[in-house]
């Protein structure tokens, strides 16, 4: 929750609703905004983040990039730990035979590193959610949007955008 202002809450119990709403705040360009939903939805994912990436892929590719020189790292100074002669003057470090290890580990690392990603990208575990967003309706049948830090006649502006967008209900919350 914001340091200062006023919290506006608006309930939907429609998705095309919630989006005509997430639209408006969006043309506002609002930059303190939560939505919840019961499930995931793609076209909230497309309004909010207006076709960036995940970043969750940069944690992944740094995984398995790790993975990779990890498992091979490992397996060529064992090998060069434990000394052994090898005829015909074949190398110490064979690339072909270090590859299973190489790419096991490589998906092993990349995998915990998206797993990892995916936690701190969500924010997970939530401890410290504003009381707006723990609505348990958010979390069996209805959508919301729930604006931090607005002020003054900004307030009575948005509680009456939000239910022009179709909400069934807009509460204000904190200072006036």
């Known amino acids: 929750m914001s340091a200062e202002g006023t919290t506006v809450k608006a309930v939907f119990a429609h998705l095309d609703s919630l989006v005509d709403g997430i639209a408006?705040?969006?043309?506002?360009?609002?930059?303190?905004?939560?939505?919840?939903?019961?499930?995931?939805?793609?076209?909230?994912?497309?309004?909010?983040?207006?076709?960036?990436?995940?970043?969750?892929?940069?944690?992944?590719?740094t995984g398995a990039i790790f993975g990779g020189t990890a498992g091979f790292s490992l397996a060529s100074l064992t090998h060069l730990n434990w000394p052994m002669i090898i005829p015909a003057g074949k190398p110490l470090v064979s690339v072909p035979a270090f590859m299973v290890i190489t790419f096991e580990a490589t998906v092993f690392w990349g995998c915990l590193a998206t797993l990892i990603g995916l936690i701190v990208m969500c924010r997970l575990p939530s401890f410290g959610l504003q009381e707006e967003v723990t609505d348990a309706r958010f979390s069996d049948d209805c959508f919301g949007i729930i604006i931090n830090g607005l002020a003054g006649a900004a307030v009575e502006e948005w509680k009456n955008k939000l239910l022009a967008a179709g909400a069934i209900e807009v509460?204000?919350?904190?200072?006036?």
């Open 171 to 176: 509460t204000v919350s904190g200072s006036k």
């Open 24 to 61: 408006a705040v969006k043309r506002a360009r609002l930059p303190d905004f939560v939505v919840t939903a019961p499930l995931p939805r793609h076209e909230i994912e497309e309004l909010i983040y207006e076709g960036r990436p995940s970043p969750v892929r940069w944690f992944t590719l």
